[in-house]
């Protein structure tokens, strides 16, 4: 199984702020990648695909990059309503792996 | 308005059986593939399994701690997928969303991701 790592694992930022989140594949999933932003209580959404693909309605805020094997996300200058909990996932092969997600936090 | 519904969660003793439906709604269903994911308490996401649609067989893919407990299933004519779970084990106690895959293909390969998701139903497994 493909194990899918990312850091950090909390991230305590303030509105304005650049912000990187990053994923690590344990091996190459080439730009198999796509990142999820979660809420408390609500099931998650869609933000990024094929590594760097922004999918529609997505603020242009968050950028994603990388391949093979690391992957960032990136949000340009962090919204009250951003603040979140981030999941990357390959989907190269199965069985279909998540990273553990990135918890951001209002500083 | 593209969405999806799940249905059927509750409360379950361990080694019972219990099967959630994804009612899909605002776009063909039988076009797409479909996948379960779910989360544990204060935990992370898990990929459960996925049915592929019927112009590409219809086969399933399955994690290995559901493997041969858990079958995924689909209706194309009423537009739901199932999940039928047996064999429930406390550790099965999460959050069920269904979503919707967004296929790309390179070559003769074919890639999905998880485009829609519905807002989930909770399975209890507790005796």
């Known amino acids: 199984d493909i194990q899918m790592t990312q850091s950090p694992s909390t991230l305590s930022a303030s509105v304005g702020d650049r912000v990187t989140i990053t994923c690590r594949a344990s091996?190459?999933?080439?730009?198999?990648l796509a990142w999820y932003q979660q809420k408390p209580g609500k099931a998650p959404k869609l933000l990024i695909y094929?590594?760097?693909s922004l999918e529609s309605g997505v603020p242009s805020r968050f950028s994603g990059s990388g391949s093979g094997t690391e992957f960032t996300l990136t949000i340009s200058s962090l919204q009250p309503d951003d603040f979140a909990t981030y999941y990357c996932?390959?989907?190269?092969?199965?069985?279909?792996?998540f990273g553990q997600g990135t918890r951001l936090e209002i500083k | 308005e593209v969405q999806l519904v799940e249905s059927g969660g509750g409360l379950v003793q361990p080694g019972r059986s219990l099967r959630l439906s994804c009612t899909a709604s605002?776009?063909?269903?039988?076009?797409?593939?479909m996948s379960w994911v779910r989360q544990a308490p204060g935990k992370g996401l898990e990929w459960v399994g996925f049915?592929?649609?019927?112009?590409?067989?219809?086969?399933?893919e399955y994690a290995a701690s559901v493997k041969g407990r858990f079958t995924i299933s689909r209706d194309d004519s009423k537009s739901i997928a199932y999940l039928q779970m047996n064999s429930l084990k406390t550790e099965d106690t999460a959050v069920y969303y269904c979503?919707?895959?967004?296929?790309?293909?390179?070559?003769?390969?074919?890639?999905?991701?998880?485009?829609?998701w519905g807002k989930g139903t909770t399975v209890t497994v507790s005796s």
């Open positions: 979503t919707r895959e967004r296929q790309q293909q390179l070559a003769y390969y074919y890639y999905y991701y998880m485009d829609v």
């Open positions: 605002g776009f063909t269903f039988g076009d797409y593939a």
């Open positions: 049915i592929r649609s019927k112009a590409y067989g219809g086969t399933t």
């Open positions: 091996q190459s999933i080439s730009s198999w």
């Open positions: 094929k590594a760097s």
């Open positions: 996932q390959q989907y190269n092969s199965y069985p279909i792996t």
